[in-house]
Nanobody, 126 residues
Framework: QVQLVESGGGLVQAGGSLRLSCAAS????????AGWFRQAPGKEREFVAG????????QYADFVKGRFTISRDNAKSTVYLQMNSLKPEDTAVYYC???????????????????WGQGTQVTVSS
């Protein structure tokens, strides 16, 4: 069992930045791939960004390319999402998740992830 705790969400004006963090409870975090997803009211949860266990591979949804950066620090068992040039349509609850079966890859499907955090609210005002 892995517990994930997100932090760093909040209210920001359009064009601003936020940095989300996701701390994992286990030292074996380095053996998991990680991802960030988001869910806006009335919409399905969608993939935002993912990173493999060694941080050698990352993948982004088209709507965040060039604005968001995912990274990880395995020594701290933490994955980050740096969000720049935020837009009102980025408003959502952001979730981190980890996956253990093929950690050398980046997964984009929510059902491919094994453990989830509780989510952190990001609100971007216009």
């Amino acid at each position: 069992q892995v517990q994930l705790v997100e932090s760093g969400g909040g209210l920001v004006q359009a064009g601003g930045s936020l940095r989300l963090s996701c701390a994992a409870s286990r030292r074996t975090f380095s053996t998991y791939a990680a991802g960030w997803f988001r869910q806006a009211p009335g919409k399905e949860r969608e993939f935002v960004a993912g990173i493999n266990w060694s941080a050698t591979t990352t993948q982004y949804a088209d709507f965040v390319k060039g604005r968001f950066t995912i990274s990880r620090d395995n020594a701290k068992s933490t994955v980050y999402l740096q969000m720049n040039s935020l837009k009102p349509e980025d408003t959502a609850v952001y979730y981190c998740a980890v996956e253990r079966s093929r950690p050398w890859m980046v997964r984009v499907g929510a059902n491919e992830y094994d453990y989830w955090g509780q989510g952190t609210q990001v609100t971007v005002s216009s």
